[in-house]
DNA sequence: GGTGGATAGTTGAGAGATCAACTAGTCACG
DNA sequence: CGTGACTAGTTGATCTCTCAACTATCCACC
């Protein structure tokens, strides 16, 4: 037969186990691949941007803490300033000291951020729509929203400080 | 009760649908972000790296043609050839001429390379099954399987080209 | 046999991401 | 109150990615 590869080796997983893990990473990389080729090629925000203004517009005020929208957007905190700090430079949100905590930073979206949701939600979700949604039965789409969850779960247990390190030596 | 939120007006999806969604993106993302953490603290090759390397140990003579290497990770190919010039200024590839055709160019996995990916592996392998197979049942891992290879196949029926474009404007 | 259009891969400049270092404010505890 | 540890956020150097332009080759067809 086919000589075993390396990740068969290492005390893998079974071959179906192991085409599992392949469609799934083909997967996700082919679906963000062409929901961002959507969003480059015919909105004027990217996908990182899009999901951003999403955030804040479901906010009260329209408005969150810097590291908040970390949170939700599993975001590092350099990455948020960075991105955060252009979207301002093109009056898609704002930034101002937050009361109460004197090193916290409120971001809100603009009237401009919310002009420019409004224009590309449509395209959005669309495609969303055409490329996952519609490509699956109901019930595997919400089979699929149960998985990801419980992936979601563990991977906030294992991620983050360095718990995997030592959890991979025990 | 709430106000509606822009993805709700936008002939978007019910909110079960709107919730597995949400799940799918946190998941995706949260997994990518602990398997990511994994490599960059404990292992000598990035994710990609390994992908890379990985396709190349299962290739007949550990050779791959840039093109086939760029498809099988879904890469871009100038995103491949910056990255398999630094894995080539590290030693763990080597690229030369394709017989029968002189514009291509052959990626083949050096000995370094092939050690490389075998110390890597363990710890991969590792986090990979506590990350996300032992968190699911194994049916579950089948289905996630299945469902990611039917979004893998539509994403490619929209992605690349303008189809994208002209679909949503049916 | 040469011309047009595809394919394979590279390049370099600019945009974006990462990492470590840094400022500043808060909190707990003596 | 003051000192040490922690949290919030920013900065800038460096690395990586993207995008458009470019070279070179191949193929089909007249």
Redesign the interface.
């Known amino acids: 037969m086919a000589a075993e ?3 068969q ?5 079974t071959e ?2 192991q ?16 929901l961002g ?2 969003h480059d ?2 909105l004027d925000l990217s996908l990182g941007e899009y ?1 951003l203004l ?1 955030q804040l ?2 906010a009260p005020e329209r408005t969150m803490r810097m590291s908040a929208l970390a949170d939700g ?2 975001l590092s905190r350099s990455r948020l300033t960075h991105t955060v700090a252009r979207m301002e430079a093109r009056g898609l949100v704002e930034r101002r000291a937050a009361e109460g905590d004197r090193r916290g930073v409120n971001c809100t979206m603009t009237d401009a951020g919310y002009a420019a ?2 224009t590309a ?3 959005h ?9 519609d ?2 039965e ?1 019930e ?17 247990a ?3 400080t ?1 718990e ?2 030592t ?2 030596c025990d």
Chains 1, 2 share one sequence.
Do not use: C, D, N
């Open positions: 590869t390396i990740e080796r290492e005390s893998w997983l179906e186990q085409g599992s893990w392949r469609h799934y990473l083909e997967g996700t990389a082919r679906f963000v691949e062409a080729a959507v090629r015919t999901s999403v517009s479901e957007l599993v949701l409004e939600a449509p395209g979700v669309a495609a969303v729509r055409r490329i996952m949604v490509a699956l109901p595997e789409f919400a089979v699929l929203g149960r998985i990801m969850a419980k992936v979601a779960e563990s991977s906030k294992s991620g983050g360095e995997g390190l959890a991979l």
